[in-house]
Antibody
Framework: QLQLQESGPGLLKPSETLSLTCSVS??????????FGWIRQPPGKGLEWIGS???????YYNPSLKSRITISVDTSKNQFSLRLNSVTAADTGVFYC?????????????WGPGTRVIVSS | QSVLTQPPSASGTPGQRVTISCSGS????????VYWYQQFPGTAPKLLIY???QRPSGVPDRFSGSKSGSSASLAISGLRSEDEADYYC??????????FGGGTKLTVL
């Protein structure tokens, strides 16, 4: 059974860079036909797709966040990561990593439990 | 901001059939598959319906999805108290982005 687990700092100050890692177990990112991605959820609000990556390096980013995000993959560690620059209070929320259904990036069949991020001075 | 439009709330009594709508455009729902997610408070979303109408293994057949044009619907028949949750629709957009609906909070009365 595939399992995903997010990790990273839970508290940042405005203008800092958020770095999160998703560790994948029970399956390999390498040579997988699947994409892996990040989705976030502000407190009390809905889901927002951040971006996704394939082990080969192909990425798709949310246009509204594209200037601030980088998603990378480390196949040797079976992990993928998210960097979000210049965070503000509006970036506060729960960040989930997930496996997509192949190239169908609106499909996410395995999710991590989520990690809470708070941006506050 | 959400591009796919869902009603913020829905409700029903046990045993009833409830439908949740999801409205988009030709570039998202019109041209691509629709997916539905169920989320309980404090937990990660769970894939409920994929490719418009398909249920992953383990999802009861009380849940069904449909799509027509640039709109989609999730139907829950034989409503149970444990169905009380938030429901989200999602679809790929031809501009190379994933769109989620704003979510619908389902209350079982």
């Amino acid at each position: 059974q595939l399992q995903l687990q997010e990790s990273g700092p839970g508290l940042l100050k405005p203008s800092e860079t958020l770095s999160l890692t998703c560790s994948v177990s029970g399956g390999s990112i390498f040579r997988s036909s699947y994409y892996f991605g990040w989705i976030r959820q502000p407190p009390g609000k809905g889901l927002e797709w951040i971006g996704s990556i394939h082990f080969g390096g192909t990425t798709y980013y949310n246009p509204s966040l594209k200037s601030r995000i980088t998603i990378s993959v480390d196949t040797s560690k079976n992990q993928f990561s998210l960097r979000l620059n210049s965070v503000t209070a509006a970036d506060t929320g729960v960040f989930y990593c997930a496996r997509h259904g192949g190239i169908y990036l609106a499909a996410a069949d395995f999710w991590g439990p989520g990690t809470r991020v708070i941006v506050s001075s | 901001q959400s591009v796919l439009t869902q009603p913020p709330s829905a409700s029903g009594t046990p045993g009833q059939r409830v439908t949740i709508s999801c409205s988009g455009s030709r570039s998202d729902i019109g041209n691509n598959y629709v997916y539905w997610y169920q989320q309980f408070p404090g937990t990660a979303p769970k894939l409920l319906i994929y490719e418009n109408t398909q249920r992953p293994s383990g999802v009861p057949d009380r849940f069904s999805g449909s799509k027509s044009g640039s709109s989609a619907s999730l139907a829950i028949s034989g409503l149970r108290s444990e169905d009380e949750a938030d429901y989200y629709c999602a679809a790929w957009d031809d501009s190379l982005s994933v769109r989620f609906g704003g979510g619908t909070k389902l209350t079982v009365l």
